[in-house]
Nanobody, 126 residues
Framework: VQLQASGGGLVQAGGSLRLSCAAS????????MAWFRQAPGNEREFVSA????????YYADSVKGRFTISRDNAKNTVYLQMNSLNPEDTAVYSC????????????????????WGQGTQVTVSS
């Protein structure tokens, strides 16, 4: 399985971006999928996840109400719509997939995801 993330870039505060993560190699329709981010000097942190079993979505408090995760199983792709961006959102965003989170409920834990894509840089200027 390969995950290819795209859609990052430079945007002004208050702007929007949509990240995409396309999977190849096998269908991930029944896998949980998630976005994590890592800013320079910081640990990787959970951003959002979507269940593979029921489509439920989960968000970090810092992005709740601003970001929306969705998936298109026909395209084997997960999206992250990011609105009202602020400089604190600047980071490398990585997508991940795996079956574990649907069993444990630990969608926020990177240990539940066995497949990772390369990161895409998001930079928000003030």
């Amino acid at each position: 399985v390969q995950l290819q993330a795209s859609g990052g870039g430079l945007v002004q505060a208050g702007g929007s971006l949509r990240l995409s993560c396309a999977a190849s190699g096998r269908s991930l329709s029944n896998y949980g999928m998630a976005w994590f981010r890592q800013a320079p000097g910081n640990e990787r942190e959970f951003v959002s996840a979507i269940s593979g079993s029921n489509g439920n979505t989960y968000y970090a408090d810092s992005v709740k109400g601003r970001f929306t995760i969705s998936r298109d199983n026909a395209k084997n792709t997960v999206y992250l719509q990011m609105n009202s961006l602020n400089p604190e959102d600047t980071a490398v965003y990585s997508c991940a997939a795996g079956p574990g989170a649907d069993y444990t409920g630990r969608y926020y834990s990177d240990a539940e995801y066995g497949y990772w894509g390369q990161g895409t840089q998001v930079t928000v200027s003030s």
